[in-house]
């Protein structure tokens, strides 16, 4: 049974500026039917005083992997990956350059319904659940 954070999540999302507030809301429809059984943790903060900085709202793990999150900024909403590097783009959306994170723009709910969006999600939650699995089997000494 996946966790639940709905009622503080919805909570938070009241708080998101109505300009953006569809896109998260998209972008969070895309992930949870890209895997209904992550786990949706809220990030319990307040938005940025800058209005450059983004707001992290909503994060998604599987077996405690942290796979896939949803900030927003004034004008847009960033999914964002961290452990981006490691995933095949072949459709050119990933953005950043750090060690690790990528993340995507979304400008409308309609960006967040994308096929190449949706394909990003579901490689992130492929290589969490294979790196899940890894991670358990050495645990149990099936791996060194």
Do not use: C
């Not at 786990?39 to 209005?51: F, G």
């Not at 994170?101 to 659940?129: C, E, H, N, Q, Y």
């Amino acid at each position: 049974m996946p966790a639940s954070t709905d009622n503080s999540a919805s909570e938070l999302l009241r708080k998101v500026p109505p300009a953006v507030r569809p896109t998260v809301q998209a972008a969070r429809r895309t992930v949870k039917a890209v895997a209904p059984k992550a786990k949706e943790i809220a990030y319990r903060s307040d938005p940025p005083r800058s209005s450059r900085t983004m707001w992290k709202l909503l994060r998604y793990a599987i077996d405690d992997a942290y796979v896939v999150a949803i900030g927003t900024f004034p004008d847009h909403v960033s999914v964002f990956f961290p452990r981006g590097r490691e995933l095949d783009d072949g459709s050119g959306l990933l953005e950043g350059g750090g060690k690790e994170f990528r993340f995507i723009t979304l400008r409308s709910p309609a960006d967040a319904a994308r096929p190449a969006v949706k394909r990003m999600v579901r490689k992130a939650f492929a290589l969490g659940r294979s790196t899940s699995r890894r991670e358990k089997r050495k645990a149990r000494g099936e791996l060194r």
